[in-house]
């Protein structure tokens, strides 16, 4: 039996998953379960409490077309668009994965989608884009597999029905079939009969009738025979069909309608003329309808009453984010999209998320003053009310206090389209504040490419034809401003470009031993560390600039280094040809480092240890192209944005603190069941922690990178240290501050 039990991650990571576009709704007895694009959630129909399933939880995080609830046997199904099938018991919170249809050689990958769950008896018939197959729910494992194609080839089904003595399925490009269910082969293609021909997308048993639903929008029923005509929606496409509890649910993008025996009308429910959006899948009872909808969650109408209730968690507004940015206690996240060549095309007009005192604030694409694909956030240090995004087709929007204050473009600033190309827009992309709070910016294909903008508004621009031809460059990409003042950015083409403001001087590093030894010119990303070095992910690769200084220096030949280290005793290249996405220190001055399909290093401070690595298959990332990062440092929770949805590590390296005064312990008392470190919290950068057993022995000894310690409870890394109190003895770097706390271990 090919099934495997999912890990849950609650303890150590945050879900921030959007729930607003609906691919199905199931029943149970007391709560209705609503399935987004990777994850699920449910609420109690009597008390409205919600409650939530992710990767985070143990789901997979892959894309899920069906769901399905057993009231007999209390048990979810979700079937994804991979053929994996995900269960969870009422009576276990442990998700319980079925690979056999995912893991079946014999079946090509892409027709393996799951369409629909119909529960018959003891058996479970799954329609897929192969054919059906059998699970027996008693014994949770799977039986025969029915290729009803022509000469027993696959067959697309997207639903399937019983009506004894006949099991019927339904197929967009074969019409209906049907066999006997007691027949003696099902799984021979000759017992099954086309009694419909042509395209049918759905096929429920209401009562002791059968219905189907043509691809040319029309409802019949097949039997008992003769086959009538029910329904024509004309030119409004059926999106979802479907029978609970002896009423009939039919969906389309403008409407949903309800019917009871004989197709007897019942309700209906008509998309709000308010909202841009449409329908996607529907659930009728006699008094009640819950209708699902691309962008707005799942809505409750209930018969008599003309305002419908929207049941969706807190969420952001969408699960793709793109672009995020930090500071203590808020997250902003940006959707924007752009091709790996940097093209916008087709512009996304997709609003902004910002999380904030542990709720989500969601500004729709609306608000954004016409900005579109927005790629870059940026918080403003000193003060973070005020946040900067970037558009690549638009200019520089500016929020302030949760509000679009100006989009600045060339209605209103110096900014300009290229003047040989004005359809190309004003492409922004990265963004970084010096130590005078200028916010230094780049804007792609126009001469003056490098812009500053000063606390006060004012603009000044840089002149970038005496280091690259930027009409010529497809992209110009993150910008990092070093300790001096020196500007750093990539670009897609030119490698590495650096600008001394002090004399306006330019330098540039390229692909190649003696042209600066980039793995490649395409430069995604750049990141400072407490050391002053200059961290550069390329699409190829990963190089560090340790020489930062001499980089404009006349006659000095800067070379980026790569970082070599040894795995299994051969010396390899840290992150060798991998695509670097994006690169950020902690308060530890280790490096967290995205990539576009290999999920996220965790490295230490000079690179030569990999001390954590997450991918989608051993952490609750939901893919492993992972498109940025960010830290809080006021709490070490580590923000990762994929594109399949957001979520947070909960990390333990923080910036350093002014002083010890709130430095505390965690956990406190360590309990026998603890597996992970304690950490030592709230110190200043450079304090010195030693741990000592009660007689005075000292057990660990350590030194604090940014605000925080972690100490594995063992003696010097030997063995673990047995249950009793343990003195925490701080001293700040300057040796005049100390504190102590005192650790309780019971084994």
Not at 1 to 26: E, P
Not at 260 to 270: E, H, I, K, T, Y
Not at 422 to 445: E, S
Not at 523 to 548: M, P
Request: glycine share 8%.
């Amino acid at each position: 039996m090919g099934q495997t039990y999912a890990q849950d991650y609650q303890d150590t990571w945050t879900g921030f998953f959007s729930f607003v576009s609906i691919k199905d709704v199931a029943q149970s007895e007391d709560r209705i379960y609503v399935a987004s694009e990777n994850a699920v959630y449910s609420f109690d129909i009597w008390s409205g409490d919600i409650e939530t399933l992710t990767t985070i939880n143990g789901l997979s995080g892959e894309s899920i077309t069906e769901i399905h609830y057993s009231q007999t046997y209390g048990l979810l199904m979700i079937g994804h668009d991979n053929g994996l099938i995900e269960l969870l018991s009422d009576n276990s919170d442990q998700v319980v994965q079925i690979v056999d249809i995912l893991e079946k050689p014999s079946i090509p990958p892409n027709i393996k989608r799951i369409n629909h769950f119909y529960e018959y008896g003891a058996q479970l018939y799954i329609a897929t884009d192969y054919g059906i197959s059998v699970y027996d729910l008693n014994a949770l494992e799977f039986g025969d597999t029915y290729y009803i194609g022509a000469l027993g080839s696959t067959l697309s089904v997207s639903q399937t029905t019983i009506l004894d003595p006949y099991i019927y399925a339904a197929s967009a490009q074969s019409g209906v079939k049907r066999a006997l269910l007691d027949g003696p082969d099902l799984i021979d293609y000759n017992s099954w009969e086309s009694v419909v021909q042509g395209g049918v997308t759905g096929i429920q048993t209401l009562n002791d009738a059968v219905y189907f639903a043509r691809t040319n929008q029309r409802v019949l029923r097949l039997a008992p025979e003769p086959a009538e005509l029910m329904a024509d929606f004309g030119s409004d496409p059926i999106v979802d069909f479907r029978v609970n509890l002896n009423v009939l649910t039919i969906t389309t993008e403008g409407a949903v309608y309800t019917y009871g025996a004989d197709f007897n009308p019942l309700n209906s429910l008509v998309f709000p003329n308010d909202l841009e959006d449409q329908w996607t899948v529907g659930l009728g009872f006699a008094e009640v309808i819950y209708a699902g909808t691309n962008e707005n969650g799942l809505l409750r109408k209930t018969s008599g009453n003309q305002t419908l209730e929207t049941i969706v968690p807190l969420g952001p507004i969408r699960n793709d984010p793109f672009a995020i940015d930090t500071s203590p206690g808020q997250l902003w996240v940006g959707f924007g999209e752009v091709t790996v060549s940097f093209n916008p095309y087709p512009l996304s007009y997709r609003g902004l998320s910002q999380y904030k005192d542990e709720l989500w604030h969601n500004i729709p694409a609306a608000e954004l003053l016409g900005a579109s694909d927005i790629v870059n956030v940026k918080i403003n240090p000193k003060n973070p009310d005020e946040v900067f995004c970037s558009s690549f087709q638009f200019g520089l929007l500016k929020v302030n206090n949760g509000a679009p204050e100006i989009l600045y473009d060339a209605s209103n600033s110096p900014l300009a389209p290229p003047t040989d190309n004005p359809a190309a827009g004003l492409r922004v992309y990265g963004a970084d504040f010096d130590r005078d709070n200028n916010m230094w910016f780049v804007q792609t294909k126009v001469d003056e490419g490098l812009v500053r903008l000063s606390p006060t508004g004012q603009m000044g621009r840089v002149d970038l034809t005496d280091i690259i031809n930027p009409e010529d460059e497809l992209a110009l990409t993150d910008v990092q401003v070093s300790r001096e003042g020196y500007v750093f950015f990539g670009s897609a083409q030119n490698g590495l470009i650096g600008f001394n403001p002090t004399n306006n001087s330019f330098n540039r590093i390229t692909e190649g031993a003696g042209n600066g030894n980039l793995p490649s010119t395409d430069v995604r990303t750049l990141a400072f560390d407490t050391s002053n070095r200059l961290w550069i992910g390329t699409r190829e690769g990963l190089r560090v600039l340790y020489n930062v200084n001499g980089f404009f220096q006349n006659g000095n030949t800067t070379q980026a280094q790569s970082i070599i280290i040894l795995e299994d005793g051969v010396a390899q290249e840290l992150l060798f040809q991998q695509s670097v996405t994006d690169i950020e220190v902690d308060g530890s001055n280790n490096k967290w480092i995205a990539t576009a399909s290999s999920g996220v290093f965790y490295v230490s401070s000079n690179g030569q240890e990999t001390l954590l690595r997450f991918t989608k298959d051993n952490s609750p990332l939901p893919s492993n192209n992972v498109q940025d990062i960010a830290i809080d440092d006021s709490t070490g929770r580590v923000y990762f944005a994929t594109t399949k949805g957001l979520v947070a590590f909960e990390g333990t390296a923080t910036e350093g603190r002014d002083d010890l005064a709130n430095a505390y312990v965690f956990p406190n008392p360590v309990r026998p069941n603890f597996t992970g470190s304690v950490t030592i919290d709230g110190l200043s950068s450079g304090a010195t922690v030693k741990i000592t057993d009660v007689g005075g022995n000292l057990v660990h000894e350590a030194t604090s990178q940014g605000g925080s310690v972690l100490w594995d409870t063992r003696a010097f890394g030997r063995y673990k240290v047995a249950s009793g109190v343990y003195f925490v003895l701080i001293t700040a770097q300057d040796a005049i501050e100390t504190k102590v706390l005192k650790i309780m271990i019971i084994r």
